[in-house]
Structure formats: C-alpha cells, structure tokens
C-alpha cells in the first residue's frame, strides 16, 4: 500500500503545472540611490502591479551607461530594496560589453557596476549587473508538497515546436511568494514562450 502511495505522490509531481513569466530587463533601487537620483522627497509610482505580492512596475525609470553604450527607459520595480542590482539578458549584456555573471538576484558582489542616470542625478554603483537564474517564486507549502527547498534546482518542460527543458532552475522558497517560474526575454525567446504559457515541473 505504501509503495502504491508513492507512485501516486510521485505521477502527481510528475504532472504539476507552473505559470511561466518572461522577465524584461529591470532596476531594483535602494532608497539612498533613488533620491540620488529622483530627489529626496520623490516616490516611486506604480504602472502594474506584478505577480508576486507587493511588487510593482513603476512609472519611473532611468538609463545606464558606460564606456560602450547606453541603455534608456530601463524600468525600475518596486518597492525599494536594500540594494541596487540591474538585470539584463545575456543577449543585452553581449551588446552592452559587460561581462555581468549568471547569478541569483541578491548575490551582487563582484559583479560589474554601472553608472546610473536619473532625472535629478546620476550615481555610479561599484557592482550590481547581473543575468538573473531562472527561478521559481514558492512558498514553503509549495516546496513541502514537492519536497524541495530553498536553493534547490529543478527541471521545467515546456510544450510547443519549440519545447524544451529548462534545468538548473532555482527554488526560490517564501512566505510571501506565489507559485511562478520567472525567466527572462532570451529563454523566453528560445521556446516561444508566451504570455499564461505554463510548464511541467520534473525534478
């Protein structure tokens, strides 16, 4: 009985569906950096709200340069955070010549900084730019009922004439959280990937 329990368990893990959403290229601001930059009694406006709780794409956004080139328009997120970290495509990071390291978002240090320029500023960030891990947002009941946690890496199929595997997918595990896999415009591209696509969690 208990054998026939865990095949049971173990088909329906097989088959659980994720919401898939393509992450553009982004700013997260700490407070010091964005009244730098916007003024000391500026606040951040919301254009759309985002799938996980309380965050948001803003009204405001900046641009980023250095030597090679420069980016405009580049949105930033809310709210603020503890730390300012730019995220960018591997594709964008390529045609901007900055040789920015796959990482999770939080995990700046010793990556390549950037000078950011506001309406009212402009500051220079000493790390920062990074090409975030695919990741899926979850909470801990999530991760309970597929037993994985925190940091642990999975694998996500997905369909189409395009479908593939992604792998090395980061269990990102929060109270706060609500189940999404979040990838950003070149992996969305490699598999066509479209808006309400859903993928099949493998393990």
Sequence with gaps: MYFFKLITLYKEYMNKKIKIEISARHIHLEKSDFEKLFG??????????????EMFAANETV?????????????????????TQIELSKTEARKFKIDS???????????????????????EISDGVIIAKRHIHMTP??????????????????????????????????????????????????????KHEEGEVLF
């Excluded at 796959?102 to 402009?122: Q, Y």
């Excluded at 940091?151 to 109270?175: H, M, Q, S």
């Design 40 to 53: 000391i009694d500026a606040e951040l406006t919301i254009l759309k709200e985002l799938s996980q709780p």
């Design 63 to 83: 641009s980023i340069k250095n030597k090679n080139l420069q980016i405009e328009n580049l949105r930033i997120v809310g709210p603020l955070r503890d730390y």
């Design 101 to 123: 390291p796959l990482r999770r978002s939080g995990d700046i240090k010793n990556s390549p900084g950037i000078v950011i320029v506001g309406p009212k500023g402009k500051v």
């Design 141 to 194: 009941k999530d991760a309970g009922e597929i037993n994985v946690k925190d940091g642990d890496l999975l694998k996500v199929k997905t369909k189409g004439e395009r479908g593939l595997i992604f792998e090395n997918v980061v269990a990102r595990v929060d109270e706060d959280f609500l189940l999404a896999m979040h990838i950003d415009t070149d992996e969305g591209n490699a598999g066509e990937i479209e």
